[in-house]
């Protein structure tokens, strides 16, 4: 028997079965069926089984021994290599290189220890990329001592990469609580995670103009801010060769001092802010009065305590609103809790002063509102009310701040100076990505000195890896595409997304339907396209073979992104 295809014109061909037999010395045909109403697949199937074929039901031709997630990894590999990030680590491939790029690219997808990250590695194909199958922690350890070694020159080359003479640079200070107690690192300082009283370690992060991380310091924990400041000028001047440039800083970074010891080295100016207690000064000095405000929310001052300096003024009514609700949120509750101590002292239930000052100060601690209120403690009375002048002079402040600039007005104009400092916010975006939100350089478990260093360089160039991935998915993210209009709206109101992200933002869809994602939902949704080795059969010796899921559009859209990305 056999299939007999027919052609029609103009129609669909005639299919089918016929069985050739024999009439003495003549060969003839019958047909046995009309298989013309049954798809070409099934038609297919019955020729391969009348040819002899070996036909099984789908899935039991073969075995799947292994499935390892793929698409995420193939993804941070791809980013690595199309911001060359081997020959930015080791021109020269080896053994250490390759465990430094499964670091980096764990600590992306899925920040562990090094024990359980080697243990991670072999459910991804991280093992097969990166040629780590038989890595464990000790190589780790080995791998990121290397890693440490060659800091100081892979820096050199981010900054010749991405630092430009004349152009920004923006710096500022972190801080991670530590796990342990040997560590000549750790030290008890201003926790800025919130874990007062635990030994923590000092980190200040340098960036180009984006945000783009180009080097990172690690101190000790109880370092202050401005005295990490002058060594990493002379880094840039020194190591990385950039002679005139505008260091970024916030007012508790770029101190009195640090002006002091900046204006002594030649080709470099600074944008900073000034502190509230400055501000006060200006402000009861009569040199900035509120009604400068009425038509503009942004001006050039001048005053002889600034000599050489430019000082812009801005005000924002948005924020002078949100502060100015606060503040009284913040009056009410106090007022609340000390009527609740007063009614106690009053009814004889809280006596003495210790005692009533005690809970006193626990509430005002509470709500930081001391400042704002007179408070009468005696034995067995308590009275307190709110200092108005005090409220009132502290609100005429509010939504006010003012940009200290050695810049001069003909290089850059008030409002980009306003820009720019502004700008600091990518670095603290930095900082939440690193502690919290992706890379999770916290809690550090590293006892050795060195080897903290080594981890907290390893974050940061997970964080430059990360920062261009977000950069290259900004289309299928909630990220705002239209980058450059940062560069012209107003920089002291509030910043405006753009239609097409508010769009993105109110759909939770793209144009065409497909959905709008975060960083880690991207990179979970890639993680499903899977890298399954199969073999022939149950038999163990059978010939093994990998299939690998098929991409969907937005998958390929994403990697598509990672390809064209330009460097």
Not at 282 to 310: A, C, I, M
Not at 508 to 519: A, I, L, N, R, Y
Request: net charge positive; with cysteine.
């Amino acid at each position: 028997m056999h299939i007999h295809i027919v052609p029609n014109r103009g129609s669909t061909p005639t299919i089918l079965l016929r069985e050739s037999y024999r009439e003495g010395k003549k060969v003839k045909k019958r047909t046995l069926a009309n298989l013309s109403h049954l798809p070409m697949a099934q038609v297919a199937l019955i020729r391969a089984v009348l040819s002899g074929a070996d036909l099984q039901v789908a899935g039991s031709g073969f075995v799947v021994t292994r499935s390892q997630a793929h698409g995420h990894v193939d993804a941070v590999a791809a980013m690595m290599q199309r911001l060359g990030l081997p020959t930015l680590i080791s021109g020269k491939p080896c053994r250490e290189r390759d465990i430094v790029f499964a670091l980096i690219a764990s600590r992306i997808l899925a920040p562990h220890t090094k024990l359980a990250t080697t243990r991670w590695w072999h459910s991804t194909t991280v093992v097969d990329i990166f040629g780590v199958a038989d890595v464990d922690e000790q190589d780790c350890y080995a791998a990121m001592d290397w890693l440490l070694a060659r800091q100081d020159r892979i820096q050199k080359k981010l900054a010749a990469r991405h630092l430009t003479e004349g152009g920004l640079v923006l710096y500022d200070l972190s801080s991670s609580y530590f796990e342990g107690h040997t560590c000549p690192l750790a030290k008890r300082g201003y926790s800025r995670d919130g874990k007062h009283g635990t030994l923590q370690v000092e980190y200040g992060l340098m960036t180009d103009g984006r945000g783009c991380p180009v080097a990172i310091s690690v101190h000790e924990g109880n370092v202050a801010d401005p005295t990490t400041l002058m060594p990493e000028i002379q880094r840039l001047k020194t190591d990385f060769g950039i002679e005139q440039f505008v260091m970024v800083g916030d007012r508790g970074m770029i101190s009195q001092k640090a002006i002091d010891a900046i204006r002594e080295q030649d080709g470099i100016d600074w944008i900073t802010a000034l502190r509230g207690v400055s501000i006060r000064a200006l402000v009861e000095d009569k040199t900035l009065q509120p009604d400068l405000f009425d038509e503009r929310n942004l001006l050039d001052l001048s005053h002889p305590d600034y000599p050489g300096e430019r000082l812009v003024a801005c005000r924002n009514p948005e924020l002078r609103k949100l502060r100015g609700h606060k503040r009284e949120d913040l009056l009410v509750a106090t007022e609340e809790s000390l009527r609740k101590i007063q009614i106690r002292v009053e009814a004889g239930r809280l006596t003495g002063r210790d005692h009533i000052g005690l809970k006193v100060g626990q509430i005002v601690n509470r709500y930081k509102m001391a400042k704002h209120f007179t408070l009468d403690i005696q034995d067995t009375a308590f009275s307190f009310a709110r200092k108005t002048e005090a409220i009132t002079a502290e609100a005429a402040l509010d939504g006010l701040y003012i940009i200290r600039t050695s810049v001069v007005d003909e290089r850059m104009d008030a409002a980009t100076c306003v820009r720019h400092y502004k700008s600091l916010a990518q670095v603290e975006r930095a900082f939440r990505s690193l502690k919290t939100m992706d890379l999770k350089i916290r809690p550090i478990h590293h006892r050795l000195a060195d080897r903290v260093k080594a981890h907290i360089f390893l974050c940061m160039l997970a964080y430059y890896v990360e920062w261009h991935m977000r950069a290259a998915w900004r289309e299928l993210m909630f990220t705002d595409e239209d980058q450059k209009a940062k560069e012209t709206r107003d920089p002291v109101a509030p910043a405006q997304r753009s239609r097409a992200a508010k769009r993105k933002a109110s759909r939770h869809q793209q144009d065409d339907g497909t959905p709008v994602h975060s960083f880690q939902t991207l990179l979970a949704d890639l993680a499903t396209i899977v890298c399954n080795t199969c073999r022939t059969s149950a038999e163990d010796d059978a010939p093994t073979f990998t299939v690998t899921t098929q991409p969907t559009p937005l998958q390929q859209r994403a990697m598509e992104l990672i390809a064209t990305f330009p460097v």
